[in-house]
């Protein structure tokens, strides 16, 4: 049965006391960790949580966190990983009312925010608290967390979920509106990580590092599950950054498996443009690496490239969202494509939508829709939103726009929802952004669509300049004539200090948008 308890049992019984977590100077072997989550599991039920209830961790990456979630599957709960980037009380509360938590596990520095969310929130009882904290001032509703750990039969509540049992639930980032739950179940999660692990080989020698926050079906499923799957070592980072700890880390521990955004990598890609910082990421840090993933977002091939260039290592690309748990394709081994997100995984079906959901032959582009054991159960007490996902024969609506070639990869165009419509004509963002890019003087851009006065949209782009670079907005409408069709050119352009990102280091254009709708609603503006 394909349950995280029977995945963390198994990890146990095969790997002992070998090493699993490493965090900092601290380490855990397999069996402490499962010992732990079964002591936690333990208290949890003394406090009252039972099968079903809803348990928030709103908590940097960390071994308490990988022994929360864990000790809620024990019990047949339901972890609910919290972005811990938010920070506003009210839209904490939103996301503990809406899946009705009873409790949280959190850290101290977060403990005003989740004090105030608490407040708003009738079913929410205790937040057991992982970090020392001063009782002076400490709230009525914080407990230690270290006072959870409990002696409990090795067989306790061993059976206590189901496969098909809800196992996570997982808010949206809210690009696009208020967060929607996802939940996953126990088969989603474990037959992810599975067929996943089929497409990259890996070993029991391999050591891998999460820098990612684990809040996120990412790094979750792809690291800290893959890692309790295979026995591996998990290296854990508390935060991306800065870099130079995990860095450091990482040649320390040897590790040999590394995975990270896009943005990861293009930054690990400009650090190098200097010869000792490139030395570093070749001799040292990435000494034994022998496998880069990359995940949540489309890697631009020039990042790609730069990456290979710095440390003489190949980047597989995955793709997938946090609907699917989150993996749907990956790169075939020794079959990197630039440009493309990989073939489906084992037991993952792909088709590619027009509006009125006819399937479209390879090379349309369209709605990419999944099918497969890795679609989730379905959004939190949102029927209507369930609903409208699927479409009518019961493929998951991705909202990702891309293509299918004649191999079976997967090339992702843009989100639905940034696609840009001019004069009639699809423009996709993403490519509009990739083209950008060549321009030596910007570091990164987003382009969004601008509604003008007949109803059609205008092109603007938001640009952040590389260092020392001084702005010169003239110069840019320039570089965007000479690139650009004339209905694929931005005929707006701002130049900004930084773009707005969610945790994942992804843009958030909704954000973009809103500013320019304020802009309009402002007096004295159009």
């Given at each position: 049965?394909?349950?995280?308890?029977?995945?963390?049992?198994?990890?146990?019984?095969?790997?002992?006391?070998?090493?699993?977590?490493?965090?900092?100077?601290?380490?855990?072997?397999?069996?402490?960790?499962?010992?732990?989550?079964?002591?936690?599991?333990?208290?949890?039920?003394?406090?009252?949580?039972?099968?079903?209830?809803?348990?928030?961790?709103?908590?940097?990456?960390?071994?308490?966190?990988?022994?929360?979630?864990?000790?809620?599957?024990?019990?047949?709960?339901?972890?609910?990983?919290?972005?811990?980037?938010?920070?506003?009380?009210?839209?904490?509360?939103?996301?503990?009312?809406?899946?009705?938590?009873?409790?949280?596990?959190?850290?101290?520095?977060?403990?005003?925010?989740?004090?105030?969310?608490?407040?708003?929130?009738?079913?929410?009882?205790?937040?057991?608290?992982?970090?020392?904290?001063?009782?002076?001032?400490?709230?009525?509703?914080?407990?230690?967390?270290?006072?959870?750990?409990?002696?409990?039969?090795?067989?306790?509540?061993?059976?206590?979920?189901?496969?098909?049992?809800?196992?996570?639930?997982?808010?949206?980032?809210?690009?696009?509106?208020?967060?929607?739950?996802?939940?996953?179940?126990?088969?989603?999660?474990?037959?992810?990580?599975?067929?996943?692990?089929?497409?990259?080989?890996?070993?029991?020698?391999?050591?891998?590092?999460?820098?990612?926050?684990?809040?996120?079906?990412?790094?979750?499923?792809?690291?800290?599950?893959?890692?309790?799957?295979?026995?591996?070592?998990?290296?854990?980072?508390?935060?991306?950054?800065?870099?130079?700890?995990?860095?450091?880390?990482?040649g320390e521990q040897g590790v040999t498996v590394f995975a990270a955004v896009p943005q990861v990598y293009a930054a690990l890609g400009r650090e190098a443009r200097d010869f000792k910082t490139r030395m570093f990421l070749k001799l040292w840090a990435f000494r034994r690496v022998r496998v880069c993933v990359s995940g949540a977002a489309p890697l631009p091939p020039a990042v790609a490239r730069a990456f290979l260039d710095a440390s003489g290592i190949g980047i597989v690309e995955g793709w997938g969202l946090t609907e699917t748990s989150?993996?749907?394709?990956?790169?075939?081994?020794?079959?990197?494509?630039?440009?493309?997100?990989?073939?489906?995984?084992?037991?993952?079906?792909?088709?590619?939508?027009?509006?009125?959901?006819?399937?479209?032959?390879?090379?349309?582009?369209?709605?990419?829709?999944?099918?497969?054991?890795?679609?989730?159960?379905?959004?939190?007490?949102?029927?209507?939103?369930?609903?409208?996902?699927?479409?009518?024969?019961?493929?998951?609506?991705?909202?990702?726009?891309?293509?299918?070639?004649?191999?079976?990869?997967?090339?992702?165009?843009?989100?639905?929802?940034?696609?840009?419509?001019?004069?009639?004509?699809?423009?996709?963002?993403?490519?509009?952004?990739?083209?950008?890019?060549?321009?030596?003087?910007?570091?990164?851009?987003?382009?969004?669509?601008?509604?003008?006065?007949?109803?059609?949209?205008?092109?603007?782009?938001?640009?952040?300049?590389?260092?020392?670079?001084?702005?010169?907005?003239?110069?840019?409408?320039?570089?965007?004539?000479?690139?650009?069709?004339?209905?694929?050119?931005?005929?707006?352009?701002?130049?900004?200090?930084?773009?707005?990102?969610?945790?994942?280091?992804?843009?958030?254009?909704?954000?973009?948008?809103?500013?320019?709708?304020?802009?309009?609603?402002?007096?004295?503006?159009?």
């Open positions: 049965m394909a349950t995280l308890n029977g995945l963390l049992d198994r990890a146990a019984q095969e790997g002992g006391e070998r090493t699993f977590l490493v965090h900092g100077e601290r380490s855990y072997s397999f069996s402490q960790v499962r010992g732990d989550a079964l002591s936690v599991a333990e208290g949890l039920r003394r406090a009252g949580v039972r099968k079903g209830d809803r348990v928030a961790i709103v908590h940097r990456n960390a071994p308490e966190f990988v022994s929360a979630y864990f000790a809620l599957s024990r019990l047949g709960a339901i972890a609910v990983p919290l972005n811990f980037m938010v920070r506003k009380a009210d839209e904490l509360a939103y996301m503990l009312n809406d899946c009705g938590a009873v409790g949280a596990v959190t850290q101290a520095e977060f403990l005003p925010g989740m004090t105030a969310a608490a407040a708003k929130c009738p079913a929410l009882k205790t937040l057991w608290v992982t970090d020392p904290t001063t009782r002076h001032g400490r709230p009525e509703i914080a407990r230690d967390f270290s006072g959870l750990r409990a002696p409990a039969p090795a067989d306790r509540h061993a059976d206590a979920a189901d496969e098909s049992d809800v196992a996570a639930i997982l808010y949206s980032s809210g690009t696009t509106g208020l967060p929607k739950g996802v939940m996953l179940t126990h088969r989603n999660l474990v037959t992810n990580c599975e067929s996943a692990l089929k497409r990259i080989a890996l070993t029991r020698k391999d050591a891998t590092l999460c820098v990612l926050p684990m809040f996120h079906s990412f790094a979750w499923t792809a690291l800290v599950l893959t890692a309790a799957r295979l026995t591996l070592k998990l290296v854990i980072s508390s935060s991306v950054a800065p870099a130079k700890p995990w860095l450091k880390a990482m989150p993996i749907a394709t990956v790169t075939p081994p020794g079959r990197i494509k630039f440009g493309f997100v990989g073939t489906p995984i084992d037991g993952c079906r792909l088709k590619v939508i027009d509006d009125a959901e006819n399937e479209l032959p390879q090379g349309q582009e369209g709605e990419i829709c999944v099918r497969g054991d890795n679609v989730m159960k379905g959004y939190w007490n949102l029927p209507d939103a369930t609903k409208e996902a699927f479409t009518k024969d019961g493929w998951l609506k991705t909202g990702d726009v891309g293509m299918i070639d004649d191999e079976g990869y997967l090339a992702i165009r843009d989100r639905k929802k940034d696609m840009i419509i001019v004069k009639g004509l699809k423009v996709f963002s993403a490519q509009i952004e990739a083209v950008i890019a060549e321009n030596p003087d910007v570091e990164e851009s987003a382009v969004i669509g601008v509604p003008d006065e007949d109803g059609d949209e205008i092109i603007k782009a938001y640009v952040v300049l590389k260092k020392d670079r001084l702005p010169d907005k003239a110069a840019l409408l320039r570089f965007f004539k000479e690139k650009f069709d004339p209905y694929k050119r931005p005929r707006d352009v701002e130049i900004v200090e930084f773009l707005p990102k969610n945790a994942l280091q992804k843009v958030l254009k909704r954000e973009l948008r809103e500013r320019e709708l304020a802009k309009r609603a402002a007096p004295g503006e159009s």
